[in-house]
């Protein structure tokens, strides 16, 4: 192990998610809860942090590379490195905020997602495609 977030003591593990600011805190207070979830997020992080892709054959679809101005974990130039998985169009966009800027309530992401689904034939024509409370929150 590299000092993987995956292999942290229980605490330590915790304390990271803490630190990434994409857990609520009342999540991290209650331990019957963080056993459940627990298997869950450790087996996140081995994938993120240990996969690899011997194949490197780009994919035949554009893709989108989105993160948070503010991001300490993510920085623009690793999300210009997705460029090479795609034999396609290629965009990276940065919201403000960091890692969670979904959750920081910044209104540039919805707008943004609600223009991108809109202009895409992702979502059907007859899809109205409208903001929800939650999202703009």
């Known amino acids: 192990s ?8 229980r605490a330590e593990f915790f304390n990271r998610l803490r630190e990434l600011n994409g857990t609520a805190d009342e999540v991290l207070a209650c331990d019957e809860l963080l056993d459940m979830i627990e298997p869950g997020l450790r087996a996140d992080f081995r994938i993120v942090e240990t996969w ?6 780009p994919l035949p679809i554009p893709i ?5 101005l503010h991001d300490e974990h993510v920085s623009p130039l ?7 998985h795609t034999s396609e169009s290629f965009s990276v966009k940065t919201f ?3 890692h969670f ?3 920081q309530g910044d209104a540039g ?3 943004w997602l609600r223009g991108f689904l809109a202009s895409s ?3 059907p024509e007859h899809a109205q495609v409208r903001s929800s409370s939650r999202a703009a929150r």
């Open 2 to 9: 590299r000092g993987w977030v995956h292999d942290l003591p």
């Open 101 to 103: 800027y979904i959750r």
């Open 121 to 123: 034939d992702v979502v």
């Open 96 to 98: 403000a905020g960091g």
């Open 52 to 57: 690899a892709d011997a194949r490197h054959t």
């Open 109 to 111: 992401f919805v707008d």
């Open 64 to 68: 989108h590379a989105l993160g948070g």
């Open 78 to 84: 690793d999300l210009a490195h997705w460029a090479r």
